[in-house]
Nanobody, 124 residues
Framework: QVQLAESGGGLVQVGGSLRLSCAAS????????MGWFRQAPGKEREFVAG?????????YYKDSVKGRFTISRDNAKNTVYLQMNSLKPEDTAVYYC????????????????WGQGTQVTVSS
């Protein structure tokens, strides 16, 4: 079993930055890709960014976060990061990391393991 734990969320002003981390634990981690999702109150969970675990770390982003968010990985630490800059109120949500055995795309069903989430609140 793979367990994922997010950290780094908090309260930030509009235009500010946060860096989220997601550390995998349990038995030896093995994954094809990792992703970040978010869910705001009253809304469906949505894909934010994904990254392949092998090779050069190909990335894929939701259009609304391109140029503001950056997903990265540290395979040696079994950790994935989400650097969030120029934060907007609409970025307020619980952010979840996820691990996939088959891909790193936007489909919720692609992912096999999920973290508990970390709250990000953007306020003016």
């Amino acid at each position: 079993q793979v367990q994922l734990a997010e950290s780094g969320g908090g309260l930030v002003q509009v235009g500010g930055s946060l860096r989220l981390s997601c550390a995998a634990s349990g038995r030896t981690f093995s994954s094809y890709g990792m992703g970040w999702f978010r869910q705001a109150p009253g809304k469906e969970r949505e894909f934010v960014a994904g990254i392949s675990w092998s090779g050069g770390g190909d990335t894929y982003y939701k259009d609304s976060v391109k140029g503001r968010f950056t997903i990265s990985r540290d395979n040696a630490k079994n950790t994935v990061y989400l650097q969030m800059n120029s934060l907007k109120p609409e970025d307020t949500a619980v952010y979840y990391c996820a691990a996939s055995l088959s891909g790193y795309g936007s489909s919720w069903s692609t992912y096999n393991y999920w973290g508990q989430g970390t709250q990000v609140t953007v306020s003016s």
